[in-house]
C-alpha cells in the first residue's frame, strides 16, 4: 500500500492541524493505521492508531486528550487532528500501515514519506 500523508506546516503553540493520509494499492480497510512523529536528534515514537474498521483507537500519554484519529475507508484516508499544540510536538509526523494494532514501529510494514509539523511558542 502507498500511503501520501499532507497537511504539515507552522503553527504557534496553541493552534490546531489536521493531518491526511491518502492511501493506495491495496484494500485499506485491511490495516490498521497508524500516525507516528520523530523530532530532530529523537527516536521516532507513536502517537496514534486506529483499528480497521475505525471502532478502536489508541494514543500516546503526550497527546491524549489534544489529538484525535479518524478514518474514513470510502475515501481510503486516515487524519490526525491536532488541537492545543505544544512546542515539544514539532515533528516530523508519519503515516503508517499494519496488520496488527500495535504502538511499535517494527509492526507497521508501508509508511508514509512524512510531513514536517513546526509549533512555534
Known amino acids: 500500500v502507498q500511503l501520501q500523508a499532507s497537511g504539515g506546516g507552522l503553527v504557534q503553540a496553541g493552534g490546531s492541524l489536521r493531518l491526511s493520509c491518502a492511501a493506495s494499492?491495496?484494500?485499506?480497510?485491511?490495516?490498521?493505521m497508524g500516525w507516528f512523529r520523530q523530532a530532530p536528534g529523537k527516536e521516532r515514537e507513536f502517537v496514534a492508531n486506529i483499528s480497521n474498521g475505525g471502532a478502536n483507537s489508541y494514543y500516546a500519554d503526550s497527546v491524549k486528550g489534544r489529538f484525535t484519529i479518524s478514518r474514513d475507508n470510502a475515501k481510503n484516508t486516515v487524519y490526525l487532528q491536532m488541537n492545543s499544540l505544544k512546542s515539544e510536538d514539532t515533528a516530523v509526523y508519519y503515516c503508517?500501515?499494519?496488520?496488527?494494532?500495535?504502538?511499535?514501529?517494527?509492526?507497521?510494514?508501508?509508511w508514509g514519506q512524512g510531513t514536517q509539523v513546526t509549533v512555534s511558542s
Open positions: 503508517a500501515a499494519s496488520l496488527v494494532l500495535a504502538t511499535m514501529t517494527p509492526s507497521y510494514h508501508y
Open positions: 494499492g491495496r484494500t485499506f480497510s485491511n490495516y490498521v
